[in-house]
């Protein structure tokens, strides 16, 4: 079975999604392997007492330049994809007039060699997530909801399935799964069911197997 968290590969394509709320700012580290993105690590803390009235525009900026420099270890020396939902962070780099604040943010990482691409926000509920439940001021533990919401995001049938549900939802897939709080849930005669992504279910049962046996 594949592991829940991928160990970095600086051959492989890589992709930092990065999301940000007055709560908090995330970040996840991801790897192409095949057709399918693997995080390799998470990222989350609590926003300041001061960051907290910052704009919603410097708030993603701000998640952008400190996901950079905690997986720096990671991305020194390769390209990779930033991808966040803020699509004025695109334009950053072209903007003569910047505030000092995030002038300075910019320069940290200007010796970094990436890409920015824009996508919606629906598309990146896997980070939102972590960005607005901020669990531990930690690199590596989230709550196991946001957890399960991550490794959700990262299959592809089941983003399919979520985005299909926000519209106009085939009646098959509609009596068939629900959406709650952005997760995907399978319709049982037990009651609703979270959808495992199938890469990630031997490790989720031996998880729960191995601290039941504790």
């Known amino acids: 079975s594949r592991p829940i968290l991928s160990i970095f590969d600086p051959s492989c394509e890589t992709e930092l999604h ?12 991801l790897q192409k392997h095949g057709d399918s993105l693997r995080p390799v690590m998470y990222y989350s803390r609590s ?27 990671y991305l020194t020396g390769i390209h990779f ?3 966040t939902d803020c699509s004025a962070v695109r334009s950053t780099f072209n903007k003569r007039d910047l505030l000092p604040r ?12 990436f ?3 824009h ?29 399960l919401l991550c490794i959700q995001m990262q299959d592809d049938k089941i983003r399919s399935i979520l985005q299909k549900l926000t519209g106009d939802c085939p009646k098959d897939i509609k009596s068939t799964y629900i959406e709650r709080n952005g997760r995907l849930y399978r319709k049982t005669l037990d009651g609703l069911k979270l959808v495992i992504p199938k890469f ?15």
Do not use: C
């Open 102 to 113: 995030i002038a300075r943010w910019w320069l940290s990482i200007q010796d970094f060699d």
């Open 81 to 83: 994809t930033l991808v």
């Open 119 to 147: 996508r919606k926000g629906e598309q990146m509920r896997h980070v939102d997530a972590l960005s607005r439940n901020i669990p531990t001021p930690s690199i590596m533990k989230i709550d196991v909801n946001d957890w």
């Open 18 to 29: 990065t999301d940000a709320s007055s709560k908090g700012i995330a970040a996840i580290l």
């Open 47 to 73: 926003t300041t007492i001061n960051e907290h009235i910052y704009h919603s525009y410097e708030l993603e900026t701000l998640a952008v330049v400190e996901a950079i420099k905690r997986f720096r270890m």
């Open 200 to 214: 990630a279910r031997f490790n989720i049962l031996r998880k729960y197997h191995d601290e039941v046996g504790r």
């Open 115 to 117: 890409e920015i691409k």
